[in-house]
Each structure stands twice: as structure tokens, then as C-alpha cells.
């Protein structure tokens, strides 16, 4: 069994732990559990520290849980946030739910066959046996106002935010018994979640002490910043989703492939499963030649392949290649019509009907009056330029203004069309 402490440590993930997790682990095979609130039908990349604290937990010889927060869904974790959240209904909830295991059975192994195989629990299906005088009765009894009113989170919603209602105070003594349940039904002895959710880790082992005498361990990885000091996986457009309806594949490829050389040194050890040493080589040759992005490039292939799968990682790069590097009319044609739009996002676009297109007598009519001027404003300007060997169809350069009209659409319907070195146009055939 590998260590899975010092695994964490040397990739940048630990943050506190109970001191005596580390003796608790050499025992042998034990069982950990991190959560997941299920507010949406997607988990995004900042959920992906937390998936990959439990890969590297498996990986280390132990058997993981992930524990969807059905029931804690419906309530919001107050934990360093400043306002409620919305609260969800069950059919919701529960789609959510599926969609997410769906997504964490790319990172771990939920093999029948396997000893350590990674388990998914919901702890709807607990806290809805629960009336409310039995659990304020059963459970509520074993844990002070004061005690949780110590919790930092919880000063600082009451000192800075809006108030707490009871709904939210209610949370951390939910998580506390989702804790003690799979301690006490599921032999779950450790439990693991980001450094904000010590002080609610920490109520379940108590919980565990004061109910049944019993131990168990809590461990915390670092929040993820980047270097700028701006949010870790937002960008203009929202959050980075792993659902690739949500965010395209392609740009999930390039979110990573834009990281900053700081922050890629910190990501490469934490989002891929790529070895001490194989990491530390990737960031000397790095170092020595820090314009090929070589960190950048390692961890947007890793992790996109880890999320989407290899076809759609060599979809993500023949596509960036088409605009940051050298490719051939096949590249272009051998992507899809949902990559093909997403790379040229927002360029100028053009519209003839297929009649029309089989009529036009040549190159320059077709990129000047025949597509209303939006990509030269004359004959004469084209054919100049085109004279010139500044313009191109489908990565084919034009050499000819009286060219005739024979090319292959891409995905039946476009042309793609450069002028100059950096300007795009899009002429789509209906």
C-alpha cells in the first residue's frame, strides 16, 4: 500500500488531519468518505480536488466513498458563504445525483471485482427516516450551541453575512451524523473535504465520541487559488464544467492549456495521477524552455483525457492547432460541427443558400458582393490580396482570383476562410 499522506503532502493537498490518521492508516485497507453537494446535474474543476483526494486515496490501497448530499442538498452548507442558497426538490436532486456518479466513474474504480471498489451513498437515504422530533431527540442532544457557534464559518456568517437561519445551522449536525452513520453501517473511519469544512468534519468525530465512545479521523487539502489572486475555475463565461455540453471539451482543453506557469507547477501535481519524478523532469525542461508551455501542455492532456476520454483530447488539440499552429485542410475537416463552431466562436459569419453557392462564377465573387461585403469590401480588394497570398479557404491558400468554386464543405455546410494571418470568417450554406 502506498502512503497515502505522503502523497498528499508531496502534490501541495494537505492541509490538517487529526494526528492520529497517520498511525490509522498503516493498519491496513481503511474507508474514507468526501462529499459532494449534488446542486447541479454537472460537478465543475473545483470540485476536481476533492475527486482527486479519493483517486489518490484508492490508489493508496484504501476504499472510498462518495457521499452525495441528497438530503443535505435540500438545505445549503452555510460553511464561508454570505447568503443562503436556493433549496432544490427531490426529482431535481435525484437527477443530479445520477448525473454525478456518472462523472466520478471516470476517476475512480467502481469495479464489482475490486477489494478497494469505490462506493457512492446518498445520505437522502438515511436522513429521510428521520422525523424531526426524533433526530432534535436522538442526535441534536450530543452537540452544544456552543460548540458550533465556535466554528469559524459559522462566526463569520453571523459577523459579515446576512444571518443563519436555522435551516443552514442545522447543517453541520446533518454532517456530523452522515459521518456517524457510515462510521457506525459502513466501517468508515476517516473522512476527507476541503480546508473549509474542517469545523463540520470535526463535529462528526465528535459525534462519533460522544454517541458510541468510538474514534475517527478528519484530513483537509488546501482551497485552490491561482496565482493571481482571482477565483480558481472561473472564467469570463462561468464555471468549468466536466459535463461537455456545459463547457465544450475544447475549451476545457484550453482553460488548462492558459494556466499561468506558476499555477501550472502547483495543478500538474494535483489534477493528474503523473509520478514525483516524471513531474519534477516535466518542470525543469520546463524551466529551460518555458515558451513551449510544456507543464501546460502535460496538464491539459492529462486532465482532459481523464475527464472526456483520448478521442475527444485529440479533438481538443487538432483544434487548437488549426488556430495557434500549423494544420491541414483534413485537420479542419475531421472535426465536429460542435468543435468546428466552439474554436471560431464569436469571428464574422456569412450566409448563402446552396443555390446561390453553386451559381457563384469564382473566388472573388464569393468572399466580396456574394456574401454582403463582410470580408472584403470590393472585388478589386480581394483580388488584390488574394494576389498577394493573404487569403485562404479551408487552410488552402488562394493564388487565383478567377479560381472557380469547388470546394468541400466542412461538416456539409461551411467555409472557413482567413485573411491575412489572425482574421477568421465563417460562410455558412444552407
Known sequence: MNNFIEELRWRGMLQDMTPEIVEHLK?????????????????????????????????????????????????????????????????????????????????????????????????????????????????????????????????RRLEEGSGLSFTEFSYQLIQGYDFYHLWKNRNVSIQ?????????????????????????????????????????????????????????????????????????????????????DTVLKLETEHAETPHLRILQKEIAKQVTIMVHGEKEYNMALKASEILFGKSSTEDLADLDERTFLQVFEGVPQAEITK???????????????????????????????????????NKQKITDPNQTIGFDLLQDKYLLVQKGKKNYFIIAVN
Not at 206 to 218: C, D, L, N, S
Not at 239 to 264: C, R
Open 27 to 155: 493498519k491496513g485497507m481503511s474507508s474514507a468518505y468526501l462529499g459532494f453537494d449534488p446542486t447541479a446535474d454537472s460537478l465543475h474543476i473545483g470540485h476536481l480536488v476533492g475527486v482527486m483526494t479519493l483517486l489518490y486515496f484508492q490508489r493508496a490501497g484504501h476504499k472510498p466513498f462518495a457521499l452525495v448530499g441528497g438530503a443535505t442538498g435540500m438545505i445549503g452548507d452555510p460553511s464561508f458563504k454570505s447568503s443562503e442558497r436556493n433549496l432544490l426538490d427531490k426529482s431535481t436532486l435525484d437527477h443530479n445525483v445520477a448525473c454525478i456518479k456518472e462523472q466520478l466513474s471516470r476517476f475512480l474504480n467502481f469495479n464489482e471485482g475490486a477489494e478497494n471498489k469505490a462506493e457512492l451513498v446518498n445520505n437522502y437515504d438515511w436522513m429521510s427516516e428521520f422525523s424531526f422530533l426524533e433526530f432534535i431527540r436522538d442526535v441534536g442532544k450530543y452537540i452544544t450551541v456552543n460548540y458550533m457557534m465556535a466554528k469559524d464559518s459559522v462566526k
Open 192 to 276: 476527507l473535504g476541503g480546508s473549509d469544512q474542517w469545523g463540520n468534519i470535526v463535529t462528526g468525530t465528535e459525534m462519533i465520541r460522544k454517541m458510541e465512545g468510538g474514534q475517527a479521523f478528519a484530513l483537509t487539502v488546501p482551497l485552490i487559488t491561482k496565482a493571481d489572486g482571482t477565483k480558481f475555475g472561473k472564467t469570463e463565461g462561468g464555471s468549468v464544467w466536466l459535463d461537455a455540453d456545459k463547457t465544450s471539451p475544447y475549451a476545457f482543453f484550453q482553460f488548462w492549456l492558459n494556466v499561468s506557469d506558476e499555477d501550472a507547477s502547483k495543478y500538474i501535481r494535483i489534477f493528474t495521477i503523473l509520478d514525483k
Open 355 to 393: 443555390n446561390e453557392y453553386s451559381t457563384i462564377a469564382n473566388v472573388v465573387d464569393l468572399l466580396s458582393e456574394k456574401t454582403d461585403a463582410i470580408i472584403f469590401a470590393s472585388k478589386g480588394e480581394a483580388r488584390k490580396m488574394i494576389q498577394g497570398g493573404g487569403v485562404s479557404i
